[in-house]
Each structure stands twice: as C-alpha cells, then as structure tokens.
C-alpha cells in the first residue's frame, strides 16, 4: 500500500506542477501579449526556459519552505494520505478557477490544503501537523493580506519616476523601449514564479518520498528537482490563456510602459520573498496587484471594478474553499490507511 500511495502522490504532483505552469503563464505573458511586446508563442517559450531555470535552482531553498511547513510530519501511510489529499484539493481548486477565468494562488491551495487535511486527520483522531494555526497565519493568511497591498501601493507610486523619466521623449519612443523591457520583465517574471513555485511541488516529492521511507533525512534525490522544473515548463508551454485573457484584457487596460513597470516590480517582490524573506508568496498575487496599481495611476479609468471585485473574491475563497477540500479529500481516503 506504501508503494501504491507513493506513486499516486507522485502522479498528482505532476499534474499539480503542469497546471501550476499552465494557470500562472499568464503572469509572465499576459501583458507583454496584450501590448505586443511579444507575440503569444515567443512569450510562452520564453516563460517556459525561464519558469524551469527558475524551478532548478528553487531546489536551494526546498528545505527551508519544507521546516516552515512540515514540521512534525507523520511517516508511512499516514503522511502519504495527507500529502495525496492536499495535493488532490489543490489541483480541483485550479481547475476549477481556470475555469472561471480567475487568477489565484496555487501556493496557497496547496498549503490550505495541507491545512484541511491535517484537519480532517485530527477529526479520526491521527496524527496532525504541528503549529498548523501558526502555519495557516503565516504562510497563507499574513501574505494575502500583505502582498497584494504592498504590490499595488508599489505598482501605483513606480509609475511617477517612470513616467518623469520618459517626459521629454515622443511616445512611439516611449513606447517601443518600453516594449523592449516587457519581454524582458516577462522572462524575469517567469523565472521568479519558478523560482518561488518550484519550491512547492518539490517540497511536496521530497515529504513523500520521506514517509515512504525511500530516503533518509537531508537526502533529495537529482531527479525531483528536474521533474518539477520540466513539469512547471510543460505547462507553461501550453499556457493558460483564460486566465491570460482575465490579465490583459478584461481586468484592467495599461500602456507598454505601466505594463513593464508592473511586471519588474511583481518580479522583484517575487526574489525578495524567496531568497530574502523565505516566504512562499503568490505570483498571482504580486503580478495582478502590481498591474492593477500601474493602472489605476492614470487620468482615465482603466481597471475593471466588477472584474477586480470577483477576482479579490476569489483569493479570500481560496483558503477557505482548498481546507474544506482538504479536510473532505482526507476522509475519503483515510480507509486506505
């Protein structure tokens, strides 16, 4: 049963690293696509080289997002039950708001996941994660509540040099430089979503792998980092273009200039968190608050408040809906135990 559950983990952390590179091109590419920077397939090959350079070297800081949030993590059936539950939820959650059309936190489904099915163990009376209400704080709650802000707060005030910088240069200029620095800031971008993403479904491969009893501790085998990286690629490469369509069109209107400025900035919160802060932040988040402060830094209304209302929506249902989920999932699949 070991072995059964170790491959069905695996299995679904594939398809959670695919459709997290599928759901979240639309960071990188959204924008340069939609002020053509870039034509659609030179921004998704370029999103996808730089999602997996990203997602190899993410495998420097695996072990500090792992002690964050598997501390005290159960070995053998148990752990595997968990983590197969989760990782479930998790992939439903974005399905689902692929579906819809809504950019949300892959990051945070899974984690709330984990969360609810820990929940759900502690209902039957097993093992659960330790400090898991430190956990849902720190790791899911603090950030919603932070990033987005502090992206568009910056998003809003970065316009102010930018523009200053290009007062006294014909907007065809303007805008053709600033073209340049999108494709640019989409390849930067793509590459801290790997660099923040990868973490995740590596972390998820080496717990897995540590309950199964197939490694030891400090041990991560050379191909789980590659398998993460060529899988986030891979979906990315396929690139999901609902989500891309919500970004660049429907939510809110911005010129090549704010739209490079969004992206760097969404870019450089991305680094800060991973190799500063070491918190797991959402690209989702970043890059959509940053673009929604770049664009409402303008003398016309460019940002759809109906859209930007369900899509706020969206990010405060996403703990709550991935824990019920998790907990549910759990349940379910706590006879194979």
Known sequence: MVAFLLGAVIVTAAVFAFLNGFRDASAAVALSVRTRALTPSIAVLLASLFNCLGALLSVAFVAIFADKLFMNFPTGQMGLILLLAAVISACLWG????????PSSSTQALISSLVGASMGSAIMG?????SINITMWSLVLLPLLISPVVAFVLGFVAVYPATWAARNTAPHRVNRRARQMQSVAGAVVAFGHGLQDGQRTTAVLLL?????GSIGA???PLWVP???AVLLAL???FGGWRISYTLGHRLVRVDPLRGSVAQMLGAALLFIGAIVLHMPLSTTHAITAAVVGAGANQRFAATNGKVLAKIAGTWILTPLACVALGALFFLALSPLA
């Open 95 to 102: 399905i689902y708001m692929w579906w819809r059309g809504f």
């Open 126 to 130: 097993h093992q659960t994660l330790e």
């Open 208 to 212: 897995a792998l540590l309950a199964a």
């Open 218 to 220: 400090g041990e991560l």
């Open 226 to 228: 590659i398998f993460t």
């Open 235 to 237: 979906g990315t490469a």
